[in-house]
């Protein structure tokens, strides 16, 4: 659709849902007190939202969470705090206390507590601000180091890797018989990052090396901060030696995960870096896969490891006591063991930084215990800057176009570079709304959104899984890439049909019940999203009933027709228990691509919200 037409489409709708304002007076009271008792969490991915997120609520029966899935990026908090809308509770994956700096003054000092004294002095440290401070907390660890086939090793009569030495004379071993013997997907920033400094784990986890990661990560540090000349210069030197002895050449910069799986399920790759979750995947295939450390230059051995996600609290929490009281039972529930399980992958240990949580290893990792046991495990420095700049250097690295020292120098220079100009407004919204859920009305700013891209869309109905945007809409400028972000980053996909009445009330019916393999709703502000459309929902012990389904203040009857676009994630879609009768379009752009698309020229009209659900 073109955007003039949708232009006049949404004129239309901002006259239409103008009429019916969630912000009237009615209810106001019992809005505000919902307002006050909900605790607000803003999870990284999708995925914690199917498990995790259900698990929180269980536990806190008293305390209402709503839970958002905001974006995996700091960018994206930085914008919220800027613009007055940080959530109580943030969780993100990809982070790095260096990235995480101007958020300093919003957050609270978590040094004193329980959770943080619990976790290991040598993890904590790797979130201690220069002041002693710390706003972040990291929940339990994704293991990444090398994935062995042992089969492989025991056709060819190849000794196990003991130390780097014998690592190397394994991959020259399988190199005579025609095996790889080590690559991986160096196509993604991640691994090249990882490569870099899981090599050298040991000296950037020394005193000179915390010495530069402190630095690096100041936040009172108004400078850029480059590399330091005492332990770099080796972590390079260490990574040419590395592509030497491996044989990695610039063929290995366009294999994927799926090219390094494919290769390692034929047998014709022997050990890839990789994550431990792999363990378990070969393990069911019937290929006898183990797990193997970082071998170090002094003879030790770490693994990398990423925080499944890292934890705050937004500092405004301090200026209401009973508010402060049920976002820390959150944080405690959060960072629970029985939660904690909840986040692994099928046969993924839990590795904790917490000496709350009691280290159980299955046979998975077994040969990496005494690694683990030693509290070798190596968080990444994760800040954008690194993931950019060591996929460009390394892979330079691997090509054959940096030696050591030029590397050296490229990855400095680029980290004392200036940062670019700030991106130009595309979407200028006037008003802000809150995603509040209230049990009468529903979410503002999440019918905000709905209701735009119905008339995006151009459909009778929209409906959409609570998790489909990623909070408040704020009164701000929002730049393309902040704009992008008001969409779930999870590849959420608009499914578009044509439905009689007694259909629309099915899929409305599936929406609000769940149904197997689709998402099921668990708290009340996990409903689905509504537009075109009310609905009166009852809340039970076991879940939530529909009750009514309503257009223009009457009742939807079985033989009225729609055309209705459903936002979900694809697995969820597919799981649908749709008949001969209903049949489900996928559009070929994500909803944020087709979002982006929209606000993209800047000339982008946000429509009104209005009531959408009555939940009793």
Request: glycine share 6%; with cysteine.
């Amino acid at each position: 659709m073109k955007k003039k037409k949708w232009s006049r489409v949404l004129a239309v709708l901002l006259a239409m849902v103008t009429a019916i304002s969630l912000l009237s007076g009615c209810g106001g009271k019992s809005a505000e007190k919902e307002d006050a008792e909900t605790i607000t969490v803003y999870l990284w991915s999708t995925n914690l939202y199917e498990k995790y997120a259900p698990y929180i609520q269980e536990q806190l029966p008293d305390i209402n969470v709503e839970f958002v899935v905001g974006n995996n990026d700091l960018d994206f908090y930085k914008f919220l705090d800027e613009n007055g809308g940080l959530p109580d509770i943030i969780t993100c994956c990809r982070f790095s206390l260096h990235d995480a700096s101007p958020l300093k003054d919003s957050l609270m000092d978590l040094s004193t507590t329980n959770v943080a004294g619990a976790v290991y002095d040598t993890y904590l440290n790797n979130f201690m601000n220069e002041d002693g401070s710390v706003n972040w907390l990291p929940v339990c660890a994704d293991a990444h180091g090398f994935v062995v086939n042992k089969d492989l090793f025991e056709k060819y009569d190849i000794p196990l890797p003991t130390d780097y030495e014998s690592f190397v004379s394994a991959c020259r071993s399988f190199d005579k018989v025609g095996i790889r013997g080590f690559t991986a997907d160096y196509y993604y920033d991640y691994t090249c990052m990882e490569t870099l400094q899981g090599l050298s784990a040991s000296e950037l986890s020394s005193v000179e090396g915390r010495k530069w990661r402190t630095t690096y990560s100041d936040p009172d540090n108004t400078k850029r901060e480059g590399l330091d000349s005492t332990v770099w210069p080796e972590a390079f030197e260490r990574m040419e030696q590395f592509i030497r002895d491996t044989g990695l050449s610039r063929d290995d910069l366009d294999l994927n995960y799926d090219d390094i799986v494919e290769m390692y399920q034929s047998g014709k790759l022997a050990m890839y870096f990789g994550s431990s979750s792999g363990i378990k995947m070969f393990q069911d295939q019937g290929i006898n896969t183990t797990f193997l450390p970082f071998f170090q230059e002094n003879g030790e051995k770490w693994l990398m490891t990423t925080p499944y996600f890292q934890v705050a609290l937004n500092r405004d929490l301090t200026q209401d006591e009973t508010r402060l009281k049920k976002a820390n039972k959150v944080l405690n529930t959060m960072l629970s063991e029985d939660a904690q399980t909840q986040i692994l992958y099928e046969g993924q240990d839990l590795l904790s930084y917490s000496q709350d949580v009691d280290m159980q290893l299955t046979e998975y990792l077994k040969d990496v215990k005494p690694v683990i046991e030693e509290n070798h495990m190596y968080i990444r420095i994760a800040s954008n800057d690194f993931f950019s700049v060591s996929k460009d250097v390394v892979s330079k690295m691997i090509s054959g176009e940096y030696d050591a020292e030029q590397a050296y120098e490229s990855f400095n220079t680029q980290l004392l570079e200036e940062e670019s100009a700030s991106e130009s407004v595309v979407l200028d919204s006037q008003k802000p709304y809150s995603n509040r859920f209230h049990s009468s009305g529903g979410n503002a700013a999440y019918s905000v959104m709905a209701n735009t891209l119905r008339g995006i869309y151009g459909t009778d109905v929209l409906i959409a899984t609570g998790n489909s945007f990623t909070g408040n809409v704020l009164k701000a400028g929002y730049t393309e890439k902040m704009a992008g972000d008001m969409i779930m980053p999870n590849d959420l996909s608009a499914y578009g049909s044509k439905m009689s009445g007694a259909e629309l009330k099915e899929t409305v019916k599936n929406f609000v019940e769940g149904y197997e393999g689709g998402f099921i709703p668990f708290n009340r502000g996990s409903l689905p999203v509504l537009s075109g459309i009310s609905v009166e929902v009852e809340e039970t012990d076991n879940g939530y009933t529909l009750s009514k389904v309503i257009k223009d203040g009457k009742e939807v009857q079985d033989n009225d027709t729609f055309t209705v676009t459903c936002l979900a994630i694809p697995k969820h879609m597919e799981a649908y228990p749709a008949d001969e009768n209903t049949v489900f379009d996928r559009g070929d752009t994500t909803v944020k691509g087709t979002w982006t698309g929209y606000t993209s020229d800047g000339e982008a009209i946000l429509a009104e919200p209005e009531d959408y659900i009555n939940v009793r």
